[in-house]
């Protein structure tokens, strides 16, 4: 994951069809690398990673100065709208392996929409995946990332008024992961702020695993 200056962090996203997963990577990554649109359908078929360019002096560890690189997996809608749900999960699985066999999986985002609300059979189809995949830790390397977020400050709440309200079974999954969340706004002059923001908070995060990824067979 790391030498001496240079730290590279592994991400997977994985949501429903239409959260803003692909939309959600593009931040991270400060580019366009996956294709993202407003459709009736599904529009990733395929797993796909991204890289960043390097950031640097992003942060400082033991005394020195780190440039930052950030990989991100794309994957399907899960369920997805015309592929079936065995298919995505046998795609996801190849690529977790194949992309990070070496330095393993450092977190998986859980992409919803904050101006959705969480509860019923189909929203938990994403984490069923994210569990069978990642197998009996799973919540240790497991943060949700509120795509919409600009959707509650219009409706005037603040984000702790937004949890407050929020179901019990969002609620509870927060609970599991430890508060393992961030907000996403799609706000264009303050993107690169806001990236960084992000990223920061998914450093803690993978920092109270003290840097360790999740290997794949």
């Given at each position: 994951?790391?030498?001496?200056?240079?730290?590279?962090?592994n991400?997977?996203l994985?949501g429903?069809?239409?959260?803003?997963?692909?939309?959600?990577?593009?931040?991270?990554?400060?580019?366009?690398?996956f294709h993202?649109?407003?459709a009736?359908?599904?529009v990733?078929t395929?797993?796909s990673?991204?890289?960043?360019?390097?950031l640097?002096s992003?942060?400082?560890r033991?005394?020195q100065e780190i440039?930052?690189?950030?990989?991100?997996l794309?994957?399907?809608?899960?369920?997805?709208?015309?592929?079936s749900m065995?298919?995505?999960?046998?795609?996801?699985?190849?690529a977790?392996?194949?992309?990070?066999?070496?330095e393993?999986?450092?977190?998986?985002?859980?992409?919803?929409?904050?101006d959705?609300p969480?509860?019923?059979?189909?929203?938990?189809?994403p984490?069923?995946?994210?569990q069978?995949?990642?197998?009996?830790?799973?919540?240790?390397y497991?943060?949700?990332?509120?795509?919409?977020?600009?959707?509650?400050?219009d409706?005037?709440?603040?984000?702790n008024?937004?949890?407050?309200?929020?179901?019990?079974?969002l609620?509870?999954?927060?609970?599991?992961?430890?508060?393992r969340?961030?907000?996403?706004?799609?706000?264009?002059?303050?993107?690169?702020?806001q990236?960084?923001k992000?990223?920061?908070?998914?450093?803690?995060?993978?920092?109270?695993?003290?840097?360790?990824?999740?290997?794949?067979?």
């Amino acid at each position: 994951m790391t030498d001496s200056n240079k730290m590279i962090i592994n991400l997977a996203l994985f949501g429903r069809t239409q959260s803003g997963k692909s939309s959600a990577g593009n931040i991270l990554l400060g580019s366009t690398d996956f294709h993202s649109r407003f459709a009736p359908c599904s529009v990733t078929t395929d797993c796909s990673l991204g890289r960043s360019c390097h950031l640097h002096s992003f942060m400082r560890r033991g005394g020195q100065e780190i440039t930052l690189q950030v990989q991100v997996l794309d994957t399907p809608g899960y369920p997805h709208s015309t592929l079936s749900m065995s298919h995505v999960k046998q795609e996801v699985k190849k690529a977790l392996a194949h992309h990070f066999e070496q330095e393993g999986l450092h977190l998986a985002l859980l992409i919803l929409r904050a101006d959705v609300p969480f509860y019923g059979q189909e929203e938990s189809y994403p984490i069923q995946l994210i569990q069978e995949l990642l197998g009996d830790t799973w919540k240790n390397y497991t943060a949700i990332l509120f795509t919409h977020a600009e959707k509650i400050e219009d409706a005037g709440f603040s984000e702790n008024e937004y949890l407050h309200d929020a179901s019990d079974t969002l609620l509870t999954l927060l609970s599991s992961i430890k508060q393992r969340y961030v907000f996403l706004y799609k706000k264009e002059n303050l993107f690169n702020e806001q990236r960084r923001k992000i990223l920061e908070r998914i450093v803690e995060f993978i920092k109270e695993n003290h840097y360790q990824g999740l290997t794949f067979k």
